[in-house]
T-cell receptor, first 115, second 111 residues
Framework: EAGVAQSPRYKIIEKRQSVAFWCNPI?????LYWYQQILGQGPKLLIQ????????DSQLPKDRFSAERLKGVDSTLKIQPAKLEDSAVYLC?????????????FGQGTRLTVV | DAKTTQPTSMDCAEGRAANLPCNHS???????VYWYRQIHSQGPQYIIH???NNETNEMASLIITEDRKSSTLILPHATLRDTAVYYC????????????FGTGTRLKVLA
């Protein structure tokens, strides 16, 4: 079974530029998560989708971050404009369903460096 | 959301059992305990989860105390490849069942 795919693996941009990350979850997984992991910290949830609907975006900086999940499958996370403090690893995860007894699987992440 | 407390770091000799503790004193009755680990430059990897009974799989064992206020992840025969950050997570019952990560325990397996 293929895992969660993310691209690109690495991205370097200048501040005030825009950037987009792509995630392809495991086939059949209804729940999709985007996390931000700053160096030395645990992952922080940015947004959670159930199929193509948002169920939690309370930690998403909506003035600069946006995310969508068209057709309930692939998802993109965009930052516009980027700030230096956005330098982090962006992790995508998926799970079969939104339930307490269902584990999530993570992708390798995209490492973003803002200079 | 229930909070978890883990030691910042631990060492373990290769071939010995690694016992990683976690305190979650505010856990509620229907919240699960999950363990993930993150090896350098990779995404978190699922290890095991449980509600109240002890659980075992091919990777590890999870021991949850009777009052459910703490748990221990046991790696029975640690290898160098088990060196990683281990996260203990109590999943929220707020309706979205999200995973809230802390800072985890950095386990170093020594040769």
């Amino acid at each position: 079974e293929a895992g969660v795919a993310q691209s690109p693996r690495y991205k370097i941009i200048e501040k005030r530029q825009s950037v987009a990350f792509w995630c392809n979850p495991i086939s059949g997984h209804a729940t999709l998560y985007w996390y931000q992991q700053i160096l030395g910290q645990g992952p922080k949830l940015l947004i959670q989708f159930q199929n193509n609907g948002v169920v939690d975006d309370s930690q998403l900086p909506k003035d600069r971050f946006s995310a969508e999940r068209l057709k309930g499958v692939d998802s993109t996370l965009k930052i516009q404009p980027a700030k230096l403090e956005d330098s982090a690893v962006y992790l995508c995860a998926s799970s079969y369903r939104q339930a307490m007894n269902t584990e999530a699987f993570f992708g390798q992440g995209t490492r973003l460096t803002v200079v | 959301d229930a909070k978890t407390t883990q030691p910042t770091s631990m060492d373990c000799a290769e071939g010995r059992a690694a016992n990683l503790p976690c305190n979650h004193s505010t856990i509620s009755g229907n919240e699960y305990v999950y363990w993930y680990r993150q090896i350098h430059s990779q995404g978190p990897q699922y290890i095991i989860h449980g509600l109240k009974n002890n659980e075992t799989n091919e990777m590890a064992s999870l021991i949850i105390t009777e009052d459910r206020k703490s748990s221990t992840l046991i790696l029975p025969h640690a290898t160098l490849r088990d060196t990683a950050v281990y996260y203990c997570i109590v999943r929220s019952t707020s309706g979205t069942y999200k995973y809230i990560f802390g800072t985890g325990t950095r386990l170093k397996v020594l040769a």
